[in-house]
């Protein structure tokens, strides 16, 4: 089992940039996938992006360019960089985590979800 905790959150303005960080209890981190995920107000929760134990990673459409899903292993930790933010970006942001070891952006393919961090981008 692993817990995560979202940080990084707050509120910016349309431009700016925010970095996402989710801290990953399990020292067995870099065996899991993770992913981000979000969720706007009264909507399904979406996927952004995900990054397996090799390395590899896949956006959702659209994303990539403006968001960058790294992790660091050694510090058990998964980044999201967002730059360029809109005020459509105004979610509560996710991360999640799946010992399947593939890639996905489907909620259900997760089994651990931290509590989520708010982005909110004012125009």
């Known amino acids: 089992e692993v817990q995560l905790v979202e940080s990084g959150g707050g509120s910016v303005q349309a431009g700016g940039s925010l970095r996402l960080s989710c801290a990953a209890s399990?020292?067995?981190?870099?065996?899991?996938?993770v992913a981000w995920f979000r969720q706007l107000s009264g909507k399904e929760r979406e996927g952004l992006a995900t990054?397996?134990?090799?390395?590899?990673?896949t956006y959702r459409s659209g994303s990539r360019g403006r968001f960058t899903i790294s992790r660091d292993n050694a510090n058990n930790t998964l980044y999201l960089q967002m730059n360029n933010l809109k005020p459509e970006d105004t979610a509560m942001y996710y991360c999640?985590?799946?010992?399947?070891?593939?890639?996905?952006?489907?909620?259900?393919?997760?089994?651990?979800w931290g509590q989520g961090t708010q982005v909110t981008v004012s125009s």
């Open positions: 999640a985590a799946s010992n399947r070891g593939g890639l996905s952006l489907i909620p259900a393919y997760f089994d651990y």
């Open positions: 399990a020292a067995t981190f870099n065996t899991y996938s």
């Open positions: 990054i397996n134990p090799n390395g590899a990673y």
